[in-house]
């Protein structure tokens, strides 16, 4: 199963984005869906996560102006950003915690870059 990550790009301050991350291959619906985030030089950060029972989290920063989701057979992700700023810009990677399956997945990884 691979994790295709779609929807990055360079956008303005105050724009939108929306990411997506879609499985390729089976994958059970008792999973947890993550987003994280990478800026040079900065560590990893966990900026979404939607739980298999519906829950949802959000790094400080994001609050507000991120949301997660998914489709209804829950096999692609989605990470709606609005109102972005300079200091969102990294790349983004989506991961997949299949807690049936036991697999824990990873996407490619795609850069969003918020400029003037």
């Known amino acids: 199963v691979q994790l295709v990550e779609s929807g990055g790009g360079l956008v303005q301050p105050g724009g939108s984005l929306r990411l997506s991350c879609a499985a390729s291959?089976?994958?059970?619906?008792?999973?947890?869906m993550n987003w994280y985030r990478q800026a040079p030089g900065k560590e990893r950060e966990l900026v979404a996560q939607?739980?298999?029972?519906?829950?949802?989290q959000y790094l400080d920063s994001v609050k507000g102006r991120f949301t997660v989701s998914r489709n209804k057979v829950r096999t692609t992700a989605y990470l709606q950003m609005n109102d972005l700023k300079p200091e969102d810009t990294a790349d983004y990677y989506c991961?997949?915690?299949?807690?049936?399956?036991?697999?824990?997945?990873w996407g490619q990884g795609i850069q969003v870059t918020v400029s003037a």
């Open positions: 991961n997949i915690i299949d807690r049936r399956l036991g697999t824990n997945l």
């Open positions: 291959g089976t994958i059970s619906s008792i999973n947890t």
């Open positions: 939607l739980t298999y029972d519906g829950m949802t």
